[in-house]
């Protein structure tokens, strides 16, 4: 096993949350180890690939002074501009709601958000994983050539959904499997899809969540859905629901021939707002370990290259003079918590009508291209928004419409 090896800080995962945490730190001089499962880092791709422009991020979580730095996407990972998203009801009517966005080629973003982490200094390992926490300040990592243990002085757990450093560490709110939304995207190359529109469908083709299009381009597009397993249809698998969506949408609806699969994935994803504990002493938790994803449109990488970075402010202010690492919980929740609590909250309110097509076309047309403008944007609606209870009053009016 040899001699155990020593870091400042050691990363568990090289995502967006991830790199850009490890980027922060060893650009001030701390040894860094940044541990990634995969033996490529971004590959295979777990991701829509969708992202709001900076100006639109600004609107969407106001309270973040880093937008502009941190969210500035260079060109050369970008595959499509978009400038709609377009709501569809389970009947077919259209909601087109403006908003800039790009699509990413995730796999290249991740490989140059880990290469900035290098080139600041950190150490990368790919091909290992997390096995266990051996003592406070030690754990244990797995990998082809066998195991080692390393040590650090601070753990970051940005390992997705199901981190294990959450359930490693006492003090860490780990996620259940059923916190969690279930996904499946194909990246399918065909002709005809409209490259400026994103689309997102609601009802029973996706129960308790929705299927999307997300263009990369006029040939080329990221078609999968999320749902929660309580709403599903028992034993009816998640790929059956993908193909009668593939069928029923880009077949029969939209006239798309010569479909052909580049790729297929599937993952978690986390829906129910942040985690409740995201730090301890010596260990926190970044991106989706931390449950930092917009809940009403499952974007996770604004909120990952944000959390990132506070996290490594905080974690450089924790090694150079001892302040509290618990100052992380207090930035990010200043920063984008309240829109993730209110999409949390708006998804829950949601979840009432979602359980029938017939309440979903209600609501949909009930709230208008107005009111699912803000519900998207993890905004509470217009008029509502003036309200002392504004959630609790539409959870009322909805229960007393299905009464």
Known sequence: MGDIQRYDVIIIGAGP?????????????????????????GIPVL?????????????????????????????SVVL??????????????????PMRAIVIDRAAFDQHLAEQALKAGAILLTGTKLKDRVSKNQVRLISGSGTRIVECAVLVGADGPLSTVARCVPGLSQQETNDLSISIQYTIEATGFDSDRVFMFFGNIAPGGYAWIIPRGHTE????????????????????????????????????????????????????????????????????????????????????LIGGNIAGKAIVDYLKSGSKL??????????????????????????????????????????????????????????????????????GQLHRFLR
């Open 17 to 41: 949350a991830g790199s850009s945490t490890a980027r922060v730190i060893a650009r001030r001089g701390y040894r860094t180890l940044l541990v990634e499962r995969k033996s490529r880092v």
């Open 47 to 75: 991701c829509g690939e969708f992202l709001p422009t900076v100006e639109e991020l600004r609107d969407i979580l106001p309270h973040s002074s880093r937008i502009d730095r941190i969210c500035n996407i260079s060109n």
């Open 80 to 97: 499509n501009r978009c400038n709609h998203i377009v709501l569809v009801s389970p009947s077919g009517d259209e909601f087109d709601i």
């Open 221 to 304: 597009a990221n078609v999968g859905l999320g749902l929660r397993p309580s709403y599903a249809t028992p034993r009816r698998s998640l790929r059956n629901y993908l193909h009668s969506f593939i069928h029923h949408y880009l077949i029969e609806k939209l006239g798309i021939r010569n479909i052909r699969i580049k790729r297929r994935i599937s993952g978690f994803i986390p829906v129910n707002g942040p985690v409740q504990s995201t730090v301890t002493a010596t260990a926190l938790l970044v991106g989706d370990a931390a449950s930092h994803v917009m809940p009403t449109n499952g974007g996770g990488i604004p909120t990952a």
């Open 326 to 395: 618990s100052n992380y919980e207090e930035m990010w929740r200043r920063e984008f918590g309240n829109e993730l609590i209110t999409g949390a909250s708006l998804l829950s309110v949601a979840s009432i009508p979602m359980l029938s097509d017939a309440v979903t076309e209600w609501a949909m047309r009930c709230f208008g291209r107005r009111m699912l403008n803000d519900v998207i944007r993890c905004r509470v609606p217009y008029p509502f928004q003036e309200l002392s209870t504004p959630l609790n009053l539409m959870t």
